[in-house]
């Protein structure tokens, strides 16, 4: 599919996702002044993060990882050579859950098919879960799911899964987020950002 068409595909997608009036989570985007948030970059990106739900600063402007979390992303990205525009990047549910709770079963359902159809567009050579959330979900996904998993022994280890267009490597990092308060958890989310560098 040409970059064009992948680029329209997706402004059609968060067109749908704007729409989206049924979600559980409409209500609280309204009240708020909130927007969904779909995701954002290279429409033909080899790497695609993924990420939980957007937080309040993202359901303020929209994008994701704009908040404090977003600010080691883009330092995590900066120091393997890549800007945000050289890759793309969402979340599994795309709107904002109150008080920032864990997303519930039936919103992850509800916002699954915006992702399955994110994931056929891009195209993806590598998916870079950010934090055990989206490690679980995107495991499970790919039918990669085993009995103990924990993100504390799979974060930096890719993963080979087939996708429905082709092989897809799946690499597990943890969140930006705990590099925020910890050196020792940065510097090993610095590591394993290396491992994304041989997909480039
Ligand atoms: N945390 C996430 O998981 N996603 C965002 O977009 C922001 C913070």
Redesign the pocket.
């Known amino acids: 599919m040409p970059d064009t068409q992948k680029t329209e595909k997706l402004a059609q997608l968060a067109c749908q996702l704007e729409e989206l009036t049924n979600s559980p989570l409409y209500e609280f985007r309204q009240e708020n002044n909130y927007h969904a948030?779909f995701g954002e970059g290279d429409a033909a990106a080899k790497v695609l993060f993924i990420?939980?739900?957007?937080?309040k600063q993202?359901a303020i402007k929209g994008r994701?990882?704009v908040?404090a979390?977003?600010r080691t992303l883009d330092e995590m990205l900066a120091a393997i050579g890549l800007a945000r525009k050289d890759v793309y990047i969402t979340?599994v549910v795309k709107d904002r859950p109150p008080n920032n709770r864990d997303p519930r079963p039936e919103e992850i359902d509800l916002y699954t098919p915006f992702l399955t159809q994110q994931l056929a567009i891009i195209q993806p050579r590598v998916i870079a879960t950010?934090?055990r959330f989206?490690m679980e979900f995107v495991l499970a996904r790919f039918g990669l799911t085993e009995p103990g998993q924990k993100i504390s022994q799979m974060h930096g280890r890719p993963l080979e899964a087939e996708a429905e267009y082709g092989r897809v490597t799946i690499v597990p990092l943890y969140?930006p987020?705990v590099a925020l308060y910890n050196r020792d958890q940065r510097q090993t989310l610095e590591d394993d950002f290396q491992v994304l560098k041989q997909y480039m």
Do not use: I, R, T, Y
Request: proline share 11%.
């Open positions: 948030v990420g939980e739900a957007p937080g993202e994701p990882f908040g979390s977003g979340n950010l934090g989206a969140h987020a």
